[in-house]
């Protein structure tokens, strides 16, 4: 058993000792309080990162803007709490943040024996390598006995394990608590191999890295690593907002509504779009919230597709492909849930 999941279980311990606290009503908390609490990465451009003005920018900070725009008409209303790797599920089930909007893969391990569960998934993403040019490989099936530095506490420790046991790659792991210190240790040729996800290896070579052009990112994905929101189990109203929070945007993108014509769309005389906006109850009600709560998101943080494309697409500089990310009906996963 890893040290992570001996520590999560021994908090779950002492949480079940405490009446109610599993079962907190999280909606109630958020109320009082005045605002979401979100817990993200230390700094991850495009996901989750302060701009030079100190404020939290990225696809998954939009999450919990969305979050806060539904819960009170404001997307202002939120609090990013910095987590590394070892600290996010301690984090979340203490009650430190109410919902995790930070790159964290949905496993069945962290979905079961946590305490906690997962509330959808905001970016399909796959682990990878990231090498200099220099080191002149094409494959990372040529990366026998090669330095790969990597996060400890994540599961790209354990996948690139398996990986190289099943292709009979022999490599040094080198592993680091802190993920800038991954980052430094490659940029200074402490390892030759930068192993992460995908799309981090993307931030990080256009954003932490002095010369992005003399480094590349190998064709092989090793892994499923879907990205998504966690919250605490035992709170089922929660889970929901989070969850149908997420899945307004999606459908807002496939219905076409966006940040600029939504007020246009109030109009709209399509019944998915009346039960988005509110125009007919019932959305609203379900979830404890306003009736214009996803016009709120929509107003406020966009669509999806909006989200996506300012932070990681081709409006930004880390210009990452839809790709798998992209709608259902463009031979992407992202599939919006009826609201009805």
């Known amino acids: 058993m890893s040290a992570l999941l001996k520590a999560s279980l021994a908090s779950l311990a002492i949480a079940a ?78 009650g430190e943040v109410d919902v995790l909007t930070r790159n964290t893969t949905v496993t069945q391990q962290r979905d079961t024996a946590l305490g906690l569960i997962a509330a959808g998934v905001n970016f399909y993403d796959g682990q990878g390598f990231l090498v200099s040019k ?117 459908n807002a993108e496939e219905l076409g509504v966006t940040t600029a014509n939504v007020d246009e769309q109030l109009k709209s005389t399509n019944p998915n779009i009346q039960r988005l906006l509110g125009v007919t109850p019932g959305a609203g009600k379900n979830l404890g919230l306003d009736e214009k709560w996803a016009y709120n998101v929509i107003k406020q943080v966009g669509n999806y597709g909006e989200s996506f494309e300012r932070n990681v697409g081709q409006g930004s500089p880390l210009k990452i492909k839809r790709g798998l990310n992209a709608l259902w009906t463009d031979g992407g996963l992202q599939y919006g849930l009826p609201i009805r």
């Open 17 to 94: 000792a405490i009446p109610g606290i599993t079962h907190a009503a999280t909606l109630d908390t958020v109320k009082q309080r005045g605002s979401v609490v979100c817990g993200a990465t230390t700094g991850f451009a495009g996901f989750s990162a302060p701009d030079a003005k100190g404020q939290w920018q990225g696809l998954d900070v939009d999450l919990c803007k969305s979050i806060a725009a539904a819960v009170f008409g404001d997307a202002s209303k939120f609090k990013i709490v910095p987590l590394n790797s070892q600290q996010r599920f301690t984090a979340l089930q203490s």
């Open 134 to 250: 220099k080191l002149g490989v094409k494959s990372a099936k040529e990366l026998n006995g090669a330095t790969i530095c990597l996060q400890t506490g994540t599961s790209n420790e354990n996948t690139l394990a398996d990986w190289a046991r099943a292709n009979k790659v022999e490599y040094k792991p080198v592993v680091f608590d802190q993920f800038n210190e991954v980052v430094n240790a490659f940029a200074t040729n402490r390892c030759d191999v930068f192993s992460t996800d995908a799309s981090g290896l993307a931030s990080i070579r256009i954003s932490k890295l002095s010369s992005p052009d003399d480094y590349e990112v190998l064709p092989e994905i090793i892994s499923k690593e879907p990205l998504g929101p966690f919250v605490r189990q035992g709170d089922d109203a929660w889970l929901n907002i989070v969850k149908w929070v997420f899945q307004a945007t999606v």
